[in-house]
């Protein structure tokens, strides 16, 4: 009877080691999992001037690129970036496609719940355009007309709060990018644009005399950037040198670079 005892306890002692060593092994992977990683891949919508897009050459610039550049130095990795389907963000990011989303990308409470964002680090607003030579003075004027945004924008997201202001428009039309949107309002294929304003601001100076703005703006914003909510470490050191980026005036410099005035927030 006892030799049956010592058995059973040696056993229970073996079983309970090995949950240990399990346990102990899933930490370990835990961790590793959490270790930075050698390369990032950005995802990006590589139409959205001036925070991404490609030159006469094809190449790939503008104030993101130049600053996610910058943060994958001072990260010590290296940096992809990837052109996505921007209404398909949040799912390439979660399927790993990508690692984070970087170009443009505004801070929303419904994202939030998707995505983890870095520290906010510039500021935007939705504003109306139309063409210079329309008749058009007032948001208000817009009702029975036609405008049209960018699909999976945050342009999406402040029409929809402002359902009074939805409903009286004839139609909302979507593009895969903004700069699709303002070409057809050029031609007269719509009667205006819901645009991010560095968007639409930056457009407007390569289109001289050919749009304005509307007074006033549906929403003000800010921009992050995007990563999935388990990767904390990437999160955390991103935010370090966002931070870091922002009080030695690298950010700065840039944003006049870029837009000709600083327009960037403190990283805190």
């Known amino acids: 009877?006892?030799?049956w005892k010592k058995t059973a306890l040696a056993g229970m002692i073996a079983v309970t080691a090995a949950i240990l060593i399990a346990g102990c092994g899933s930490q370990s992977q835990k961790q590793d999992s959490q270790k930075m990683p050698d390369k990032i891949v950005i995802g990006l919508?590589?139409?959205?001037?001036?925070?991404?897009?490609?030159?006469?050459?094809?190449?790939?610039?503008?104030?993101?690129?130049?600053?996610?550049?910058?943060?994958?130095?001072?990260?010590?990795?290296?940096?992809?970036?990837?052109?996505i389907d921007w209404d398909s963000k949040e799912a390439a990011l979660k399927s790993k496609k990508v690692d984070m989303l970087w170009n443009g990308l505004t801070i929303t409470d419904s994202r939030k719940k998707q995505i983890?964002?870095?520290?906010?680090?510039?500021?935007?607003?939705?504003?109306?355009?139309?063409?210079?030579d329309s008749?058009?003075?007032?948001?208000?004027?817009?009702?029975?007309?036609?405008?049209?945004?960018q699909e999976g924008s945050s342009s999406v997201d402040a029409l929809d709060k402002d359902q009074g202001f939805k409903n009286s428009l004839q139609d909302v039309k979507l593009y895969g990018d903004f700069v699709a949107a303002l070409m057809d309002l050029e031609v007269g294929r719509t009667d205006g644009v819901l645009v991010d304003s560095v968007v639409g601001r930056y457009y407007m100076t390569k289109?001289?005399?050919?749009?304005?703005v509307l007074a006033g703006s549906m929403g003000d914003e800010e921009f992050g950037v995007g990563m999935r909510q388990d990767d904390t470490v990437l999160v955390n050191k991103l935010n370090s040198v966002l931070k870091e980026m922002s009080a030695d005036g690298t950010m700065k410099k840039l944003s006049e670079k870029w837009f000709k005035t600083d327009i960037t927030i403190p990283v805190q």
């Open 1 to 3: 009877m006892m030799n």
């Open 45 to 83: 919508d590589d139409n959205f001037p001036p925070m991404g897009f490609r030159d006469e050459s094809g190449k790939l610039i503008g104030f993101d690129i130049d600053l996610a550049n910058e943060a994958a130095k001072r990260m010590g990795v290296k940096v992809e970036f990837k052109p």
């Open 116 to 132: 983890a964002f870095s520290k906010p680090y510039m500021k935007n607003a939705q504003i109306l355009i139309v063409r210079a």
């Open 135 to 149: 008749s058009i003075q007032t948001k208000d004027d817009l009702k029975g007309k036609v405008i049209g945004t």
């Open 207 to 212: 289109k001289e005399g050919k749009f304005r």
